[in-house]
């Protein structure tokens, strides 16, 4: 069963993967600056409504839980405690993902901030401390699949992610090349910068053989935003 109908959801049930006794749980809450209680809330009672059924289970969380200057932010400590309670079952899968990167029509997703607003030539602010790390939707569920036949008993949460992290500043100019256009921004001295474990993703990607090396913002970037 795949729960949800945002980007992650849409592109599991486009690749139909096999499910069988798995609940694919990509219906939470996604928006790293909510704040709103009731939304929290919303995701923890799908949670344990889910933890009740005799059903394996697989929980989409975020790299972000990762950063140091974010442990007060809302959105990370709920991740957290949705963790923590789902690893109260000895096969719940954990996947923290990265910036995922593909085709939505939801304005909140970064790259797609990004494109609107270059593409139309209006003002923006960049963070100039801050470090993003995309992932193609296609390779989050081709290797979320693969996790999911491989490992029966996870011990921690699994990043998934690239190897080509970029910075806010590097991800604009990116944008400015593939779309052929200069963008209107103000550099703020303000974001995080923190490394992810990506070796196991790393391993997944190389049995699957996926490319998350070499220029592989740009080629995101290129695939879903490029004329």
Same mark, same amino acid.
């Given at each position: 069963?795949?729960?949800?109908?945002?980007?992650?959801?849409?592109?599991?049930?486009?690749?139909?993967?096999?499910?069988?006794?798995?609940?694919?749980?990509?219906?939470?809450?996604?928006?790293?600056?909510?704040?709103?209680?009731?939304?929290?809330?919303?995701?923890?009672?799908?949670?344990?409504?889910?933890?009740?059924?005799?059903?394996?289970?697989?929980?989409?969380?975020?790299?972000?839980?990762?950063?140091?200057?974010?442990?007060?932010?809302?959105?990370?400590?709920?991740?957290?405690?949705?963790?923590?309670?789902?690893?109260?079952? !000895?096969?719940? =899968?954990?996947?923290?993902?990265?910036? /995922?990167? %593909? $085709?939505? &029509?939801?304005?909140? #997703?970064?790259?797609?901030?990004?494109?609107?607003?270059?593409?139309?030539?209006?003002?923006?602010?960049?963070?100039?401390?801050?470090?993003?790390?995309?992932?193609?939707?296609?390779?989050?569920?081709?290797?979320?699949?693969?996790?999911?036949?491989?490992?029966?008993?996870?011990?921690?949460?699994?990043?998934?992610?690239?190897?080509?992290?970029?910075? !806010?500043?590097? =991800?604009?100019?990116?944008?400015?090349? /593939?779309? %052929? $256009?200069? &963008?209107?921004?103000? #550099?703020?001295?303000?974001?995080?910068?923190?490394?992810?474990?990506?070796?196991?993703?790393?391993?997944?990607?190389?049995?699957?053989?996926?490319?998350?090396?070499?220029?592989?913002?740009?080629?995101?970037?290129?695939?879903?935003?490029?004329?």
């Amino acid at each position: 069963m795949i729960i949800g109908n945002g980007l992650l959801a849409t592109a599991l049930k486009r690749h139909d993967i096999p499910n069988g006794n798995i609940i694919y749980l990509a219906a939470g809450v996604s928006d790293s600056a909510e704040k709103s209680p009731a939304e929290f809330l919303r995701e923890e009672k799908l949670i344990r409504d889910c933890l009740s059924k005799n059903t394996r289970i697989v929980y989409f969380s975020s790299c972000s839980v990762l950063d140091p200057t974010k442990t007060d932010n809302p959105y990370v400590v709920h991740k957290l405690a949705m963790e923590k309670l789902l690893g109260q079952r !000895s096969d719940t =899968l954990i996947l923290r993902l990265a910036q /995922v990167v %593909g $085709k939505s &029509s939801n304005l909140k #997703l970064l790259t797609n901030f990004l494109f609107n607003k270059i593409s139309r030539e209006e003002s923006f602010s960049v963070w100039s401390q801050a470090r993003r790390n995309l992932i193609d939707v296609e390779h989050v569920v081709k290797i979320a699949d693969h996790f999911c036949g491989t490992i029966t008993s996870p011990t921690k949460p699994i990043n998934i992610a690239s190897a080509d992290p970029v910075s !806010s500043l590097e =991800l604009v100019r990116i944008f400015e090349d /593939v779309l %052929g $256009k200069k &963008s209107k921004y103000a #550099l703020v001295d303000s974001g995080g910068n923190y490394d992810i474990d990506v070796e196991q993703c790393l391993l997944a990607a190389s049995c699957l053989n996926l490319d998350l090396k070499s220029s592989y913002a740009k080629r995101c970037i290129q695939k879903y935003y490029g004329q």
